[in-house]
């Protein structure tokens, strides 16, 4: 790490965008940003963040479930902390911005302190999340549920596509995984959780706001279908004989698709990976799996839609003749933000001199399963053309920057919930 890369040579935005592109050309894939979890290259990831965490004058290590940490002390040793973080894992073929933002700009805000020697009375703790988006191992969150205390040992048996277990993959990484429950953390020990994300969606670019103060984080429900007919030769069996488990799931996407979008409220459905077998042009797939991801407003709507999708997707495996294994493998309430959290937000807004703008988060993030040891509170910055979960993700430098002197002025006169037993 150079030391061009370091906060005090350039302003907040500069030197945070030039770290988040320097963090994404560490990618299992050369003209791609891929950098899934308990991959090589999220451990490379991890010993930069350790690197720039350390050099903000944070202490730092890996827990056990990757999560990168760092702790910068306040005025007195030992005290409770606001924790900020998000994540530093990607989708394939991702963004730059999803996750490192977060970490990047928490991060420049405690080299900020540091460099003006301002110790606050509380710690603060950033937290760079290993698994927030779910890619290897059809579960999400694995990163904050493992600090929060809410990790489900189940998932260690589970394996990606190339049938390696996330146990085996804990330790290929070079941790422990008997030692994940030593990564939970108190309630007591954190004063708040906050993060600052990129929104991911096109509400502030139309409303011409650089930041957001965000409400709640909708919940989301994952399902993993598989369907099982008979394989066979496609040049021999009549059409009608036929039981193909791709043209059965290609029936039940539609049905997922026409149904959401039939749906007056903001419901939305994606069939996002599919693996068809045996895989060849001449042979009829007698095998097929997928994934479903069900999103909608609110927690009510959200489980009647999933079971509408389940109905229909039973029904069109009965007609065809196809066995049918539906398997719900990821299941988030909606989280709301706290009221008193979000109006510190809302005053550093207006305190930066933007105007105060609520929206909801139609995106997962790291707060869903924080928000069982510590009330969340999200920014948002403005993401051009809403583009993300692709590579022309963006954010303006401006837009860095607002959201770095925003998150700055809520740490910096930060106060405890009144009520807060042991606050400061
Ligand atoms: O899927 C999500 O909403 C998040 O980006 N992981
Ligand atoms: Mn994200
Ligand atoms: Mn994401």
Redesign the pocket.
Known sequence: MGAGTAFQHASLGEAIARRVHQLATISEEGDKLTRIYLTKELRAASDVLLGWMREAGMNAHLDPIGNVCGRYEGEQPGAPCLMLGSHYDTVRDAGKW?GPLGVITAIACVAELNRRGKRLQFAIEVVAFAD???VRFAS?LLGSRALAGTFDESVLGTRDRDGVSMRDALVTFGLDPDRIGTAARLRQELLAYLELHIE?GPVLENRNLPVGVVTAIAG?TRLAARLTGMAGHAGTVPMALRRDALTGAAECIGAIEQFCRADESSLVGTVGDIQARPGATNVIPGEVSFTI?IRAPTDMHRKCAVADVVRQIEAIARRRHLALQLDVTHENRTAPCAPWLTDQIAQAIAAEGFPVFELPSG???DGMAMIDIADVGMIFVRCRGGIS?HPDEHVELADADAGARVLLRVIENFRPREDRAGAR
């Open positions: 999803d927030e988006e779910g999400t991911q989301a991801d995106a997962g993030h979960h």
